[in-house]
């Protein structure tokens, strides 16, 4: 029933994560870099790339969180690009490229995070890693959890992060020869080369004659 | 035939009226299946209309289909055989007609009066399987080669309870002469009340239904149809072939099912008779029936046929398909035994009574 | 691709038929068959390449990616009502209930809650979005196995459902309702006692599936024992909705977390099955859709009254943060990982969608079964290929 008086509902309290936290730095030690918990929220931990893979199997066997939810990358690279509005008979736009990482911090440009859950206690994980910039490649998780597989594929084909040891790094949804890694910021969004965002020009004024439109 | 036209035919002449009627035996009773049962029945059924605007409620929608795969191009894979691949349609089809040859539509309206009959039918019905094998082969796509294969264990797998099925009907007529079965059905009695003849559903229920079953899986139809099994398939056997050549497949679909249905009628159901009793005809003088039996008799069959068509189509419309080993397990460990059972108990109460 | 070089057209060429063979080096044994792309079975463009030995298959690989529209690179373009606009398409069979999780996402960055009023409605909508998505996948099911009737009976009363759904947010298949903060407009008049017979006429229409196809002896014969997903596997492979209920593990996001969805007012029950074969899947979804007309007719008796959207600027700028939120979609779960740093729009979305993790298990599960089964398998595991692919 939905209905669970405040004992039996068993959302997680701050303790449990807490206790998360403790456990992966017990294992980790100084893998564990940085964590975050959001009070009544959730909770974010940084581990270092080394330590991804134990990482993982120490969510899984000492934590209890046994259902994978995902797994992959952010570029934390600003897009050069901007928002792929420019008027390419402009000249480009100066943009500012410092790369800020999100929860948890980082000092590279790309992570790998995913998110792990326990089902008896009802609380995810996010976890993240630094992937080094110069030769972007971390450990696997399929040794943790099978469903990695196809995660990993589809981040290496996105994002151009190698997994060790992961048996067959195929591209998930494109062609085995497409050149380049679309979510990389650095890559465009190739349907705005094609065509120019057509930009304010073709939005018509509200009705009612309002204000300035901002950007629809 | 020329008692029924009551002229003196030259020979060729009776030929060509047979090929005349053989031809409109199988297309007619297909052309109306697949109008009344496929296109309406189908579509009342799903709640839905089928096709209304060809002609007055659709009737002409037949027409309109067999001219658009009349003016479809006729492609052939490439590296189909192309020789076996022309011919497989045809062969289907051929059993049709075959089958329809020893089928007697009246007291003189028939074909050819055949004593062999049912042994003639039986044998001639597996020709179909030959077609389909060759459909499946010949046309270089594995899932042909797969429909074949399934349809090849499958109509081999179901011959036999139909075979044993009909031996029972056999047993109780003594004779394999389906004229003669006709007539048996037509003017005994049960238990002295000849009111109703005696079609031998009445004791071969068991046969009738395992025949009924046997014939669903000859034509490949739902629950059988692992054959075609559209949603795997793609058609099977016919995934290959487009315009006329499909039309053959299509038509032969539909016509052998309406031949099926009047074999049965004729073993089960009491063929184009009414119960001689009606009329005071006598069995043995096959003269004494009166000649206008001869235009009725056909559209008796036409109606029986029609409503155990009608049996057919109403399951395949309603049923999943099997799978193929469970299709096989089916046939083997439930229906040969039964139809064994019933051979054995027909032939003890055919001596004991 | 207009003007490449030849070598480059040549090396394109060849490469594409890598991918058809996909990199097989040795064919020694068994056939190798394609199902799919264009399949009356696949759910959209889902090619599986497997290698049969008779009608056993040994080994078998999906291959997605036909329908790759790039969803995660098009939402760093688009501001966040514009992401809503692009995320109906994902899941296009329940499409207001891809939008659910990102706003709930974008609502907990800006700290803002939706009023009551819009709280319910969005579940009211949510849950017929379920509807809707569910009632197609028990029809599709007897067409899978060869029964074509039961199709045409859930179109029929899908309808109602669609039509419900568009006299209130004006659109059948992509509503595109849901907005920060709340939703765009309130219901219209009379729509809360026409939802209640609808309700009705849909349980009716559970009541008919059940008997027609899940009564049938052939259809039970055609999925029972077939497909079994162990509770270890599932969760390691994260499935989820039916497919991880299936297989006993009691785990529905509704009742197990805590969002400003107006679940926790109601009562329902959560149905989870110990087989984890093929029935047990489609079994737990008939009893979800018929559960879902029992939330839809609670939430409207209690739907409170007020505003449908909260105070939010015209202009929205979501604050510097990342969420995440997952719900428990038709599909099964659904969840958004936004990173947003105080733009118009996001600086990147990840969305895990179900069906991705859901199809990801069929080389394990295929392995040993019979064609016609992997057909039943891949029936009852029921994907979107705009879910699988993005």
């Known amino acids: 029933m939905a209905q669970l008086s405040e004992e039996t509902l068993a959302l997680p309290g701050d303790a449990l994560r807490e206790s998360v936290v403790t456990a992966l730095r017990d294992a980790l030690g100084e893998g564990l870099i940085d964590s975050l918990i959001k009070p009544n929220d959730d909770i974010w931990v940084r581990v270092a790339a080394a330590s991804w893979q134990h990482a993982g199997r120490v969510l899984r066997d000492v934590v209890g969180c046994d259902y994978f939810c995902f797994l992959s990358a952010i570029d934390w690279m600003p897009s050069p690009f901007g928002r792929s509005e420019d008027d390419p008979s402009q000249p480009p736009v100066e943009r500012d490229m410092t790369i800020k990482q999100g929860y948890t911090g980082g000092s590279t440009r790309l992570q790998v995070f995913a998110r792990v859950a326990s089902i008896d206690k009802h609380f995810g994980v996010t976890i993240k890693a630094d992937v080094p910039d110069d030769a972007p490649a971390i450990d696997t998780w399929i040794t943790n959890y099978a469903g990695a597989n196809w995660h990993e594929r589809e981040c290496h084909e996105m994002f151009g992060i190698g997994f060790n040891g992961h048996p067959d790094l195929r591209n998930m949804y494109l062609p085995t020869d497409f050149e380049g890694h679309p979510l990389r910021k650095d890559f465009p969004l190739l349907a705005r080369l094609v065509k120019p965002w057509p930009g304010i020009v073709d939005v018509e004024p509200l009705p009612g004659g309002d204000d300035e439109e901002g950007a629809e | ?353 | 691709m207009t003007d490449l070089a030849d070598r480059q057209k040549l090396s394109y060429i060849a490469a594409q038929a890598a991918d058809a063979r996909l990199n097989v080096e040795l064919e020694t044994e068994g056939m190798t068959l394609n199902i799919g792309p264009q399949h009356p079975a696949t759910h959209g463009t889902l090619r599986i390449i497997v290698r049969l030995d008779g009608e056993q298959v040994i080994w078998a690989e999906p291959s997605a990616g036909y329908m790759h529209r790039g969803y995660e690179k098009l939402t760093e373009v688009r501001t966040f009502p514009q992401v809503t606009a692009l995320v109906n398409r994902i899941d296009w069979l329940g499409s207001f209930a891809n939008e659910v999780p990102f706003i709930l996402a974008a609502e907990k960055l800006m700290e803002i809650e939706a009023p009551p009023r819009a709280q319910w409605i969005r579940t009211i909508l949510f849950e017929l979005s379920r509807i809707a998505n569910v009632s197609l996948f028990l029809g599709d099911l007897g067409v899978q196995l060869g029964a074509i009737t039961p199709v045409f009976m859930a179109f029929r009363d899908r309808e109602y459902v669609l039509n419900l759904i568009e006299s209130a947010t004006g659109g059948r298949f992509h509503p595109n309702f849901d907005r920060i903060g709340g939703l765009k407009d309130d219901l219209p008049e009379g729509w809360i006692t026409e939802t209640k017979q609808v309700m009705k006429k849909l349980r009716n229409f559970c009541d008919e599936i059940e008997a027609l196809l899940f009564g049938n002896e052939i259809f039970q014969s055609r999925l029972r024992g077939i497909g079994v997903i162990p509770a270890e596997v599932a969760k390691q492979y994260g499935l989820s909705g039916a497919n991880l209920r299936a297989s006993g593990v009691d785990w529905d996001l509704r009742r197990d977390q805590q969002l400003p969805l107006a679940y926790d007012k109601i009562d329902f029950k959560v149905w989870t099955h110990p087989d984890g074969d093929c029935f047990a899947r489609c079994w737990i979804r008939l009893q979800e859709t018929r559960e879902a007309t029992k939330i839809v007719d609670q939430l409207l008796d209690g739907i409170p009254s007020g505003p449908v959207m909260a105070k939010v600027p015209r202009i929205i700028k979501v604050p510097e943060g990342e969420a995440w939120v997952s719900t428990e979609n038709p599909l099964g779960e659904m969840g958004y990982y936004v990173v947003s740093k105080g733009d118009l729009g996001p600086f990147r979305v990840k969305i895990r969608s179900a069906s991705f993790n859901n199809i990801s298990i069929v080389p394990w599960v295929l392995r040993g079964v019979y064609v016609p089964d992997v057909i039943s398998i891949l029936a009852s595991l029921y994907f979107i290929l705009g879910d699988i692919d993005r």
Do not use: C, H
């Open chain 2, 1 to 353: 035939m020329s008692a029924l036209l009551a002229v003196d035919l030259p020979y060729w002449a009776q030929s060509l009226l047979r090929v005349l009627g053989g031809t409109v035996a199988v297309l007619l009773p297909a052309g109306t299946i697949v109008y009344l049962f496929l296109f309406k029945m189908m579509s009342f059924m799903q709640s839905r209309l089928g096709p209304m605007e060809a002609g007055p409620y659709g009737s002409m929608q037949l027409f309109a289909e067999v001219g658009k795969w009349l003016q479809k191009e006729d492609i052939a894979p490439a590296r189909a055989d192309l020789k076996v691949f022309r011919a497989a349609p045809l062969v289907v089809l051929m059993s049709t007609f075959l089958l329809v040859a020893v089928v007697p539509f009246g007291p003189d309206a028939y074909f050819t009066d055949f004593d062999a009959g049912v042994f003639y039918l039986l044998a001639v019905s597996s020709i179909s399987t030959l077609g389909i094998l060759m459909a499946g082969w010949s046309s270089a796509n594995k899932y042909s080669l797969l429909g074949g294969l399934r349809a090849a264990g499958q109509l081999i797998a179901y011959e036999l309870p139909m075979v044993l099925a009909v031996l029972g009907v056999v047993i109780q007529a003594g004779s394999m002469n389906l004229q003669t079965i006709v007539i048996k059905q037509n003017s005994d009695s049960i238990f002295g009340w000849d009111g109703l003849g005696y079609p031998y559903i009445l004791t071969q229920f068991v046969a009738f239904l395992v025949f009924m079953i046997s014939v669903q899986a000859e034509l490949t139809q739902t629950p059988f149809d692992m054959p075609i099994a559209e949603s795997e398939l793609v058609s099977g056997y016919m995934t290959e072939y487009s315009g006329f050549r499909f039309l053959i497949f299509f038509i032969a679909e539909f016509a052998t099912a309406g031949v099926f249905a009047f074999i049965a009628s004729v073993l089960f159901l009491g063929g184009w008779g009414v119960p001689f009793a009606w009329f005071g005809w006598d069995a043995m003088d096959v003269g004494s029936i009166d000649n206008w039996m001869n235009v009725a008799g056909p559209l008796v069959m036409f109606t029986k046929m029609m409503v155990l068509t009608a049996i057919i189509m109403w399951v395949r419309f309603s049923y999943p398909r099997f799978r193929e080993d469970q299709l096989q397990r089916f046939a083997w460990k439930v229906l040969i035994p039964v139809s064994l059972v019933n051979i054995m108990l027909t032939a003890i109460f055919k001596v004991a009574f």
